[in-house]
């Protein structure tokens, strides 16, 4: 499976972006795409992912209210709608998948895109 992800940029605190995750290979029902987050001198941390099938969807606690993941699976690509933006959520967002069930760390996920960097300026 390959990741490709965009939409990343710089943006005022409030303010909103779309990420997008573009995905090819073999995907099968049990996929399940997320969405990863580094910021500068932090550790890599999970935001979101969602079902292939079910759409059911997961989030980091900070952005449960803020942050929107969705797919589209007839375009394999997989969104992350994100409103009121804070200085806190910027780093870069890293695209990632796997073949199972939820897994918050990011050591279980070995798909990767390379990151788009989102900064938010207060």
């Known amino acids: 499976v390959q990741l490709q992800a965009y939409g990343g940029g710089l943006v005022q605190a409030g303010g909103s972006l779309r990420l997008s995750c573009a995905a090819s290979?073999?995907?099968?029902?049990?996929?399940?795409p997320g969405w990863f987050r580094q910021a500068p001198g932090k550790e890599r941390e999970f935001v979101a992912a969602?079902?292939?099938?079910?759409?059911?969807?997961y989030y980091l606690d900070s952005v449960k209210d803020r942050f929107t993941i969705s797919r589209d699976n007839a375009k394999n690509t997989v969104y992350l709608q994100m409103n009121s933006l804070k200085p806190e959520d910027t780093a870069v967002y890293y695209c990632?998948?796997?073949?199972?069930?939820?897994?918050?760390?990011?050591?279980?996920?070995?798909?990767w895109g390379e990151g788009t960097l989102v900064t938010v300026s207060s």
């Open positions: 969602i079902t292939w099938t079910t759409k059911t969807t």
């Open positions: 290979g073999r995907i099968s029902n049990n996929f399940l």
């Open positions: 990632a998948g796997r073949f199972g069930a939820i897994n918050y760390s990011g050591r279980y996920y070995p798909h």
